[in-house]
């Protein structure tokens, strides 16, 4: 990781989305569980109990439904996140890259000096990269932006 790490110390497309695969596994696992029942140990206290909540469990027919209705829902979302995440990662990689492409240019006329060996030509096609590596953040700020609009409004965007 240390190889990938640019000159201000922070690794390209620096988004760890482990803890969020981790998250929706445990969703799997708990929409899995919904309406099963619990282990119980195999005593008069374990077999009285598993009558008591399978009787529960009968009262609550209805709520199944809803219930994995809910996870559902929560699992797309978080299905939903992860891709825009793993999409956010991306670009940020993209604008990494471009951003050490500029570095090294600047840094290549730092030592050079730029009156001296840069033609105006190339003195505009660097600002060009630069502009174009700008708008790309922009880009993605604004992709965030109305995202989180749309999450505010609960409109789908």
């Known amino acids: 990781m240390a190889d990938d790490a640019d000159k201000s110390g922070y690794p390209r497309g620096d988004l760890d989305l482990a803890a969020l695969h981790r998250a929706l596994q445990g969703l799997y696992r708990s929409r899995a569980l919904i309406g099963s029942m619990p282990m119980a140990p195999a005593t008069a206290r ?43 990662r991306e670009h940020l990689s993209d604008i990494d890259q471009g951003l050490e492409e ?21 003195a505009g096609a660097l600002w060009l990269q630069l502009v174009r590596c700008q708008a790309r953040v922009e880009a993605v700020r604004h992709e965030i932006h109305l995202q989180d609009e749309g999450k505010a409004t ?4």
Not at 56 to 71: E, K, T
């Open 46 to 88: 374990g077999r009285l109990g598993a009558v008591l909540v399978g009787l529960v469990r009968r009262a609550l027919f209805w709520l199944w439904p809803q219930l994995d209705l809910l996870h559902a829902a929560m699992i797309n979302f978080a299905e939903s996140q992860a891709a825009l995440m793993q999409e956010l």
């Open 154 to 157: 609960g409109r789908p965007i």
């Open 102 to 122: 500029i570095r090294r240019d600047l840094s290549s006329l730092g030592k050079t000096g730029i009156a001296e060996d840069l033609a105006p030509d190339q």
